[in-house]
């Protein structure tokens, strides 16, 4: 492999998958059902992907959309781009067409690779915008064969030199607010995430973990993708199951599972009588991220899996992980994200500009080299984002303790400003959540002539609750102003892919009066 002008082999995400392939060529590092693939094998498939776009003429820095669900073929295709120095487009596959139209024109991607089932997102448009080639995964009916072409393709690795600090690939961020932006993630962030989660959590050669969050997203790759990067084992869940993921567990044995709460809030309504019907014994780790876990959710997680050691994980797609509250913490550190994870540095600055003290709110903005290289062909936005010091602006309220923890009071696009009083919608979502038949809640503000916003409550419940009995607890546990003005049950909280609640739709939905449709 080429060296750059230090002598060293810069970091490339496929740099994993060519070590192990060596050391350890003939051990399985992926299952997909019945399905799997050896070290050996990943490797050998990976470059021959890489093969069939340097053949077609595509060269270092052009764009290949990947649309797909988790599947085997997920690590190869990013591992084979990775070394033609082609840089993924990694989109949601429950994207509507118009939104991965957005992705693919925005992002000026010559190629795509997708499911067969997701073939209708794409084939009224693709071929009218930049994209050159279309493999398509399991049919032959839409562009190239997937399997077909790739396995007829020179088997031999073209070793392209991509620097370190180049892009690997671009995500869109979620959508929460505003219109989508493109993050490019260079290789030297995404292969230091892989080392630094192996050392946390305890990932390498002999330890199994499950992809349960979607690949295509920026944590859910990270933390699915390290097993291989480390020389471990990957056992794909296609789509998220409470009771196939017990089945998962109980037969693999893994050591550790990323999830986000909204798949502890489905194991735990599965109920403790059938939980404990399965052997959960070999997690010794379990870290969740992209959203906060209510504490009364967190509790049970610590009970119910009193093997594994909890992280609860705090960042951005544009930061990667800046906290971690590691085990020890989790029950005397109540709504506590944490210290810095590594190579962090954090300030909480006020609208000044101005480092807050220990006590007091401000603005989160962290510093690590795992930062995003910027926003895809929007200098403006990176620039708006990053203060003059190089730290990124996460976009959420917290404060430090004494001990250097940070506790996230809120987003700050999603402060309810109510009579010119600010409230944290997480303060009073907790409450809720405590109240019991309620699994799952959102806080929002929903405009008033009079007030500005007024706090208003959508939850799920899954008993009868009466609206009148949980108002009364809330005025017992909160101020007067802080109670919300309404109460509305839905069947479900919008959430996208990462179990975020889109507090956006929730609005909007308010706004038209159409809450109802939820």
Same mark, same amino acid.
């Given at each position: 492999? =080429?060296?750059?002008?230090?002598? &060293?082999i810069?970091?490339?995400?496929?740099?994993?998958?060519?070590?192990?392939?060596?050391?350890n060529?003939?051990?399985?590092?992926?299952?997909?059902?019945?399905?799997?693939?050896s070290?050996r094998?990943?490797?050998?498939?990976?470059?021959?992907?890489?093969?069939?776009?340097?053949s077609?003429?595509?060269?270092?820095?052009?764009?290949?959309?990947?649309?797909?669900?988790n =599947?085997?073929?997920?690590?190869?295709?990013?591992?084979?781009?990775?070394?033609?120095?082609?840089?993924? *487009?990694?989109?949601?596959?429950?994207?509507?067409?118009?939104?991965?139209?957005?992705?693919?024109?925005?992002?000026?991607?010559?190629?795509?690779?997708?499911?067969?089932?997701? !073939?209708?997102?794409?084939e009224?448009?693709?071929?009218?915008?930049?994209?050159?080639?279309?493999?398509?995964?399991?049919?032959?009916?839409?562009?190239?064969?997937?399997?077909?072409? *790739?396995?007829?393709?020179?088997?031999?690795d073209?070793?392209?030199?991509?620097?370190?600090?180049?892009?690997?690939k671009i995500?869109? @961020?979620?959508?929460? @607010?505003?219109?989508?932006?493109?993050?490019?993630?260079?290789?030297?962030s995404?292969?230091?995430v892989?080392?630094?989660?192996?050392?946390?959590?305890?990932?390498?050669?002999?330890? @199994?973990?499950?992809?349960?969050?979607?690949?295509?997203?920026?944590?859910?790759?990270?933390?699915?993708?390290?097993?291989?990067?480390?020389?471990?084992?990957? !056992?794909?869940?296609?789509?998220?199951?409470?009771?196939? $993921?017990?089945?998962?567990?109980?037969?693999?044995?893994?050591?550790?599972?990323? $999830?986000?709460?909204?798949?502890a809030?489905?194991?735990?309504?599965?109920?403790?009588?059938?939980?404990?019907?399965?052997?959960?014994?070999?997690?010794?780790?379990? &870290?969740?991220?992209?959203?906060?876990l209510?504490?009364?959710?967190?509790?049970w997680?610590?009970?119910?899996?009193?093997?594994?050691?909890?992280?609860?994980? &705090?960042?951005?797609?544009? @930061?990667?992980?800046?906290?971690?509250?590691?085990?020890?913490?989790?029950?005397?550190?109540?709504?506590? *994200?944490? /210290?810095p994870?590594?190579?962090?540095?954090?300030?909480?600055?006020?609208?000044?500009?101005?480092?807050?003290? !220990?006590?007091?709110?401000?603005?989160?903005?962290?510093?690590?080299? &795992?930062?995003?290289?910027?926003?895809?062909?929007?200098?403006?936005?990176?620039?708006?984002?990053?203060?003059?010091?190089?730290?990124?602006?996460?976009?959420?309220?917290?404060?430090?303790?004494?001990?250097?923890f940070?506790?996230?009071?809120?987003?700050?696009?999603?402060?309810?400003?109510?009579?010119?009083?600010n409230?944290?919608?997480?303060?009073?979502?907790?409450?809720?959540?405590?109240?019991?038949g309620i699994?799952?809640?959102?806080?929002?503000?929903?405009?008033?002539?009079?007030?500005?916003?007024?706090?208003?409550a959508?939850?799920?419940?899954?008993?009868?609750?009466?609206?009148?009995?949980?108002?009364?607890?809330?005025?017992?546990?909160?101020?007067?102003?802080?109670?919300?003005?309404?109460?509305?049950?839905?069947?479900?909280? /919008?959430?996208n892919?990462?179990?975020k609640?889109?507090?956006?739709?929730?609005?909007?939905?308010?706004?038209?009066?159409?809450?109802?449709?939820?």
């Amino acid at each position: 492999m =080429r060296r750059n002008d230090f002598g &060293y082999i810069p970091l490339n995400v496929a740099n994993g998958i060519r070590e192990f392939s060596i050391a350890n060529p003939g051990k399985i590092a992926i299952i997909d059902g019945n399905r799997n693939l050896s070290y050996r094998e990943l490797d050998i498939r990976s470059s021959q992907v890489a093969n069939f776009f340097i053949s077609k003429g595509f060269k270092k820095g052009d764009r290949v959309a990947v649309i797909s669900g988790n =599947r085997m073929e997920y690590p190869e295709i990013v591992a084979g781009l990775s070394k033609a120095g082609l840089i993924a *487009v990694l989109v949601n596959p429950r994207s509507v067409a118009r939104e991965v139209e957005y992705f693919i024109k925005h992002s000026g991607s010559k190629g795509a690779i997708i499911e067969s089932s997701l !073939v209708p997102l794409i084939e009224n448009y693709v071929f009218e915008s930049s994209v050159e080639q279309v493999l398509t995964m399991d049919s032959d009916d839409f562009g190239l064969n997937y399997e077909n072409t *790739v396995t007829s393709q020179e088997k031999y690795d073209p070793f392209i030199f991509v620097d370190e600090r180049e892009p690997f690939k671009i995500c869109y @961020t979620s959508g929460t @607010t505003g219109e989508p932006k493109g993050i490019t993630i260079s290789h030297r962030s995404r292969c230091l995430v892989f080392m630094a989660t192996a050392l946390e959590w305890g990932l390498g050669p002999d330890k @199994t973990t499950i992809a349960v969050a979607p690949m295509y997203h920026g944590a859910g790759f990270a933390f699915n993708y390290a097993a291989l990067f480390t020389g471990g084992q990957l !056992v794909i869940q296609r789509k998220y199951d409470p009771l196939n $993921l017990l089945e998962m567990i109980n037969k693999h044995k893994p050591d550790s599972i990323f $999830l986000v709460p909204a798949h502890a809030i489905q194991l735990r309504e599965l109920g403790q009588s059938t939980i404990n019907k399965y052997d959960t014994s070999s997690l010794n780790c379990l &870290y969740f991220n992209a959203a906060p876990l209510p504490q009364e959710l967190k509790l049970w997680v610590l009970d119910t899996f009193d093997t594994a050691g909890l992280h609860e994980l &705090y960042g951005a797609t544009e @930061t990667a992980i800046v906290t971690d509250l590691r085990p020890e913490f989790q029950r005397s550190k109540e709504r506590c *994200v944490g /210290p810095p994870w590594f190579f962090n540095q954090v300030e909480l600055l006020n609208e000044q500009g101005e480092e807050v003290s !220990v006590g007091e709110q401000g603005e989160l903005y962290a510093k690590s080299p &795992y930062l995003m290289n910027g926003y895809w062909n929007d200098e403006e936005n990176t620039i708006k984002n990053t203060n003059e010091r190089g730290y990124f602006g996460v976009g959420d309220i917290a404060v430090k303790d004494e001990d250097g923890f940070y506790y996230i009071v809120d987003r700050k696009k999603d402060i309810i400003i109510s009579g010119a009083t600010n409230i944290s919608p997480r303060e009073i979502e907790e409450i809720i959540l405590k109240f019991p038949g309620i699994i799952d809640a959102a806080v929002v503000g929903k405009k008033s002539e009079k007030w500005g916003e007024e706090v208003y409550a959508v939850m799920v419940k899954n008993r009868n609750v009466e609206i009148k009995d949980l108002e009364e607890y809330c005025r017992d546990n909160l101020s007067g102003y802080k109670v919300p003005k309404n109460f509305q049950f839905v069947k479900e909280l /919008p959430r996208n892919a990462s179990g975020k609640i889109l507090k956006r739709v929730i609005k909007e939905k308010l706004d038209n009066n159409q809450i109802s449709e939820l």
